[in-house]
């Protein structure tokens, strides 16, 4: 067989190293709506509306009452590699910002058609920024973005995407992890024009109660610990909450929800035996961390982070939900007759 003849080296055109960075970054509708709500809940808005119709692919729009971007900037934040939140290697080291990297809105306007309208304080109208380029528009302070027929440039993912009813459920959960975090901030999900959460701002306990499972509402024991530099709340729920899914597994590292083993680990080890046939327990809980201790630059999405003291994280969660538990499993709430 004869070796294929060799090309010669060529830079890749900006668009396409969008695109090929997009496949990170935006895996399906739920990436741009979990996207969205980061840079709505960093621009420190107080209400946020999301709507999404035919799953997300044929429209996203997330709306905001947050700081806005000024109309010299708009450009700027179609950037990749362009942000407000970090300047240099200290910051992102003690970030606490959901996003850092510079590169959501690029990937999703490489990938899809996309609107941004945004006024600031300081600005008595708003402006637009799309493919048309910048222009005076109507709105009140915030952002407001519109992604439409997502993967319409890149067919070959759409393909991957699921039914529309699986898709809209995805971007639900996004909404759901944001909502569950900041119960503080007003925030509603419309889906095809129906509205699915209608959440006012709340204590954490009602806004969880407002997502979580009934049986959770029902059967939880709160979990408070504090150690120097890790401050762990939330709940947890009674082996009776437990489930057969894992679907009620919430862990959130600063704010931003996470997956990760360790975690999970020292949360069933704090139930001990006290869970049968695999059920699976339900909780919610947050962890606060000095941001210097947690690296949150380990994957595109950040759903992943790497704690520098891993152990002794593990302990801490492991003994918080352990002490939490206590009086339930003592008192006998276990289902019996197993
Ligand atoms: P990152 O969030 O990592 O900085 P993005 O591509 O998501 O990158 O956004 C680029 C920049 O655009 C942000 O740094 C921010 O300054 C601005 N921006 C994006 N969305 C909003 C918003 N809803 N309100 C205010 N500013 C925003
Ligand atoms: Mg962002």
Redesign the pocket.
């Known amino acids: 067989e004869k070796p294929a003849a060799r090309r010669s080296i060529a830079e890749l055109p900006d668009q396409l190293i969008s695109q090929i960075a997009a496949g990170e970054v935006v895996e399906r509708p739920a990436s741009v709506v979990k996207?969205?709500v980061?840079?709505?809940l960093?621009?420190g808005?107080t209400r946020i509306e999301v709507r999404i119709e035919g799953g997300g692919l044929r429209r996203i729009s997330?709306t905001?009452n947050?700081?806005?971007?000024p109309k010299e900037?708009l450009p700027?934040?179609?950037k990749r590699h362009?942000?407000?939140?970090?300047r240099n290697l200290i910051e992102l080291e003690s970030v606490r910002?959901?996003?850092?990297?510079?590169?959501?809105?690029?990937?999703?306007a490489s990938v899809a058609g996309l609107t941004?309208i945004?006024r600031t304080a300081d600005e008595d109208h708003a402006w637009s920024i799309s493919e048309d380029g910048v222009m005076p528009a109507a709105g009140s302070q915030?952002?407001q973005?519109e992604v439409v027929d997502l993967f319409f440039k890149t067919p070959a993912r759409r393909k991957f995407l699921k039914s529309e009813a699986t898709e809209t459920a995805h971007c639900l959960r996004q909404f759901e992890h944001a909502a569950l975090s900041h119960p503080d901030v007003d925030m509603r999900f419309m889906a095809n024009g129906r509205v699915i959460h209608a959440l006012p701002a709340q204590a954490p306990r009602e806004r969880a109660n407002m997502i979580l499972p009934k049986e959770f509402a029902d059967a939880s024991r709160e979990v408070y610990a504090s150690a120097p530099g890790l401050t762990v709340t939330g709940w947890v729920g009674t082996p009776t909450a437990a489930r057969q899914k894992s679907d009620a597994q919430f862990f959130f590292v600063n704010g931003r929800c996470v997956k990760d083993k360790t975690l999970l680990h020292a949360v069933k080890q704090g139930y001990s035996d006290v869970l049968y046939n695999g059920a699976q327990p339900s909780f919610c809980l947050f962890l606060d961390v000095d941001p210097m201790q947690v690296d949150v630059n380990v994957h595109p999405t950040k759903s992943e982070v790497r704690f520098r003291e891993g152990q002794r994280v593990h302990q801490f969660v492991f003994h918080a939900v352990e002490a939490a538990l206590a009086p339930a499993i003592s008192s006998g709430s276990a289902p019996s007759g197993l």
């Not at 947050?66 to 971007?69: A, H, K, P, S, V």
């Open positions: 996207e969205l980061e840079n709505a960093d621009a808005a997330v905001d947050g700081c806005g971007i900037e700027l934040a179609l362009a942000t407000s939140k970090i910002s959901l996003g850092f990297r510079g590169e959501a809105l690029a990937s999703i941004l945004s915030g952002t973005i």
